[in-house]
């Protein structure tokens, strides 16, 4: 069965830090470039940052640059996303998302995505 699972979500306050993790299972990661996405209640759901395939090429949404840090570990078959410094703002259901290493690593279209775990919550508050 392929699986994609977060974990390391909870409750942290502002200025707090957590490491997510997402782990796969039935498919093997380092075929895959992974992007990190989260959706706040009310607000549609939006990209946060970006590895490539071999963990190279990184990106990050500008609200969450300088704070967020995404690597890979393929041996593991896992993704991490390391929060620091997280604001109110920060709280969302956060989710992975794997896209076939033969397209370009980074994209904000949830169609472009061929594996999504089932998301794991973040919430700042004090």
């Known amino acids: 069965q392929l699986q994609f699972v977060e974990s390391g979500g909870g409750l942290v306050q502002p200025g707090g830090s957590l490491r997510l993790s997402c782990a796969a299972s039935?498919?093997?990661?380092?075929?895959?470039?992974v992007g990190w996405f989260r959706q706040a209640p009310g607000k549609e759901r939006e990209g946060v940052s970006w590895?490539?395939?071999?963990?190279?090429?990184?990106n990050y949404a500008d609200s969450v640059k300088g704070r967020f840090t995404i690597s890979r570990d393929n041996a593991k078959n896992t993704v991490y996303l390391q929060m620091n410094s997280l604001k109110f703002e920060d709280t969302a259901v956060y989710y992975c998302?794997?896209?076939?290493?033969?397209?370009?690593?980074?994209?904000?279209?949830?169609?472009?995505?061929?594996?999504w775990g089932q998301g794991t919550q973040v919430t700042v508050s004090s």
């Open positions: 998302a794997a896209r076939k290493r033969e397209y370009w690593y980074y994209s904000g279209r949830e169609d472009d995505y061929d594996y």
């Open positions: 039935g498919f093997t990661l380092d075929r895959y470039h």
């Open positions: 590895i490539s395939y071999t963990g190279g090429t990184t």
